[in-house]
């Protein structure tokens, strides 16, 4: 007598959360075995250790790295999925040469990722962090206050999708003016005006980044970007931390080119540099302008259920 064959097997290889109750109800209802990898993000190396080990039908990622040499270790791996919108951990070429789809969960968390950008944007202007650092220091003076009118802002946001139109949205209804740029925008809402990155850099009292990270993005905001800043504008970044040179970074933060930075995400993060995270002019967030219950809840369940989708051949 012949060997079953073995049920179809998804290998998990981080979870910054800590149960896996969503992932096994939705793959075990589907026939498919989960091997969960650690809730800390591991190296590549770990995560083509995990899958060799494995050799899933398809890998699950939050926000280890998924690399060529991962995705060519199973036998007949047939989708690396991303607990996530960005694809930047993923080689997305190895996978599609072996025939192997990529899918991600590109609208989960336009909300929450809109309404971080635009509690950074209001932190920094009202003084919120600032003044309630004084006042738990027993320093209670309101006349060290410089703060501004929100509705005076010149916004302009670099990338335009469904959360940068969210924002666009939000920060309009505060009466500021928004201008807006993406390779592709030929159309913008009522209240935003499309602007070149030149615009942008010119007027702009405030500077948000909601652009993925690609090679042709990396380092977007360097010192010749900052350089043609005219206004010494808050730099707001809450989609990658690889789209600013940390080292450009801390240069206009101590010059007070920038009149300062609120960010949500640092390129070598967890571990990004100590100089950023404890700047005077720097607010920081760690990762988590994504998180609610409720984004975390659709997140997770719509990403297995794209792994049952191509596991059961749709």
Not at 145 to 164: K, P
Request: aromatic residues 4%; hydrophobic residues 45%.
């Amino acid at each position: 007598m012949g060997s079953h064959a073995r049920a179809p097997r998804v290998v998990l290889t981080d979870h910054p959360w800590p149960d896996l109750d969503i992932e096994r109800s939705i793959l075990s209802a589907a026939g498919i075995e989960l091997v969960a990898g650690p809730m800390e993000t591991p190296d590549a190396a770990t995560v083509e250790k995990l899958v060799a080990d494995a050799d899933p039908d398809a890998i699950l990622t939050c926000w280890a790295p998924v690399t060529a040499a991962a995705i060519e270790q199973p036998k007949n791996v047939r989708l690396v999925a991303r607990l996530g919108v960005g694809l930047d951990n993923i080689a997305v070429a190895a996978a599609t040469a072996r025939g192997a789809w990529v899918t991600n969960v590109p609208d989960y968390c336009v909300s929450e990722v809109s309404d971080h950008a635009v509690a950074l944007v209001l932190a920094h202007g009202r003084g919120i962090v600032d003044f309630d650092r004084a006042a738990k220091r027993g320093r209670w003076d309101p006349s060290q206050a410089q703060l501004t009118r929100i509705s005076e802002l010149t916004v302009g946001i670099i990338g335009f999708g469904r959360i940068g139109r969210e924002t666009g949205r939000k920060l309009s209804a505060f009466g500021c003016r928004v201008l807006a740029h993406s390779r592709s925008l030929v159309e913008a809402p009522a209240g935003v005006t499309i602007a070149p990155v030149t615009a942008i850099q010119d007027q702009a009292d405030v500077i948000i980044l909601h652009a993925p990270l690609s090679p042709e993005t990396e380092h977007l905001v360097d010192r010749a970007f900052l350089a043609a800043c005219r206004r010494r504008p808050l730099l707001v970044n809450v989609s990658r931390g690889g789209l600013v040179d940390n080292g450009a970074l801390l240069e206009a933060l101590d010059s007070g080119s920038l009149r300062g930075a609120a960010i949500d995400v640092l390129e070598g993060e967890p571990r990004p540099p100590r100089e950023i995270l404890t700047h005077p002019r720097a607010i920081v967030t760690p990762h988590i302008a994504f998180s609610s219950s409720a984004s975390l809840r659709d997140l997770r369940r719509r990403a297995c259920e794209e792994v049952v989708r191509v596991l059961g051949g749709e």
